[in-house]
């Protein structure tokens, strides 16, 4: 079904199957195997001569549907869905790559995806370059002869610096690598990669895509070929997403297009107004004009997303005094959920960093994250202004 329908109808009704009880909402199979007709028919679905549920590690009814709606919702010809936005990173690089290759990185990436590639698939001798988010000069200057992948998160976290990803993926395709963008921030409802170049693309489908901060899921989607690597690796290592997982998401996508233009237009809102505050440096978010790639952002997004990220005069003292004093936002590193989060990245998810680094990555002491909610936006403001001097 998935050229003749648009998004908001793909989201609701793309990889539905009904079962022989004809169910309207989609069916949970708790069930970690299932039963052949004949030992004939078992050794033509091992062999991948009939299609059909095995084994749960590698095939569930329901996760298949979660599958098949998030690919309709990219335009991908397949999708593999994982147990969290980290394993389907992991499974990208055990699926496609190999020790003595390269990866060019921007540096504006999730903390943990940095640990995994510098620690440890640099322990299996996958050798990974940072460079600039925003600047594709340097992505070209860091390629090697055996540079197999770049990887990008747009727009980036907590900066929201918006990476040019048709760019990224001419240069990646010249030296024969692979483009793979990490769309946790903006979901397939505000933008597709693969249809601005990409070759792979990954979620954690714990932010937006389940939406309302339930459960741990991922996925990394692009074509056939690609993606059988990345099958295999979870066939064979098994970290699978849970049946009962992948019902939640699947459920939560019916929902996303909808959220994330309430997100948006919250987080649009917040950021004139944070605009317009005294005791505020400068405020980061993509559907602002006065965002450094405003234009960028539009062109490649429906909007500019749900996060805002905004730097107090009054440094470490001031974030902290804003923080405390809310009494309705939550203080938790978690976003993409219909509650409304407020973290400063300095002294939680960057704390590892040292101050020089943070420095370098613009990480400042006074810098405020917030993930904006579908709470009132009036609530939402009332409750800032509790901690702004
Ligand atoms: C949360 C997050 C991840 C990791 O996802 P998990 O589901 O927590 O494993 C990866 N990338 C980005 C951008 C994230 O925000």
Redesign the pocket.
Known sequence: MNEQYDLDTLAVRAGSVRSQFNEHSEALFLTSSFVFGSAAEAAARFKGEQPGPIYARFTNPTVSMMEERLAALEGAERCVAFA??????LATVMGLMKSGEHVVASRS??G??VQLFSNILGRFGIETTYVSPTDPAEWQAAVKPNTKLFFV?SPS?PLTEVSDIRALSRIAHDVGAWLAV?N??CSPALQNPLALGADIV?H????YLDGQGRV???AVLGSQALMEGVYTFLRTAGPTLSAFNAWVILKGMETLSIRMEAHSRNALALAQWLEAQPSIERVLYPGLPSHPQHALAMAQQKTGGGIVAFELKGGKDAAWKLIDATKMLSITA???DTKTTITHPATTTHSRMTPEQRMAAGISDGLVRIAVGLESIADIQADLERGLV
């Open positions: 969290s936005g980290m394993a389907a990173i990436i999730f943990s995806t998160e976290n990490d946790c921030f990954i954690s489908a714990t932010k741990l899921g991922g978690n976003l993409g």
